[in-house]
């Protein structure tokens, strides 16, 4: 079973940049498609960014499109979101997550296909 750690959230200004880290235990990581989810103040949970078991393939909200980037290293056990451009509607607690997938390419987007969750890390931007 793998268990996830985000890191890296913090208090920016609007056009600043974080990168969010997500530390991952146990040997099995690989076999995982990730995503990144974020829940704004007052919002349910939604959609930021996935990416496929091997890092070939990656999808993104509309809302984030051209400004963020999602990654992994397998060998590292590690996956991030480097976030560019920050706008103050993009504060909101950060989550990612890690889901069971059968294909190395295969994208999942849907939340409800996620049962490993991390805690999630804050980030707030400022205008």
């Known amino acids: 079973q793998v268990q996830l750690v985000e890191s890296g959230g913090g208090l920016v200004q609007t056009g600043e940049s974080l990168r969010l880290s997500c530390a991952a235990s146990?040997?099995?990581?690989?076999?995982?498609?990730m995503g990144w989810f974020r829940q704004c103040p007052g919002k349910e949970r939604e959609f930021v960014a996935a990416?496929?078991?091997?890092?070939?393939?990656?999808a993104y909200a509309d809302s984030v499109k051209g400004r963020f980037t999602i990654s992994r290293d397998n060998a590292k056990n590690t996956g991030s979101l480097q976030m560019d451009s920050l706008k103050p509607e993009d504060t909101a607690v950060y989550f990612c997550?890690?889901?069971?997938?059968?294909?190395?390419?295969?994208?999942?987007?849907?939340?409800?296909?996620?049962?490993?969750w991390g805690q999630g890390t804050q980030v707030t931007v400022s205008s």
């Open positions: 990416i496929s078991r091997v890092g070939g393939n990656a």
């Open positions: 146990g040997r099995t990581f690989s076999t995982y498609a």
């Open positions: 997550a890690a889901a069971p997938s059968g294909g190395p390419w295969t994208i999942i987007t849907r939340e409800s296909s996620y049962d490993i």
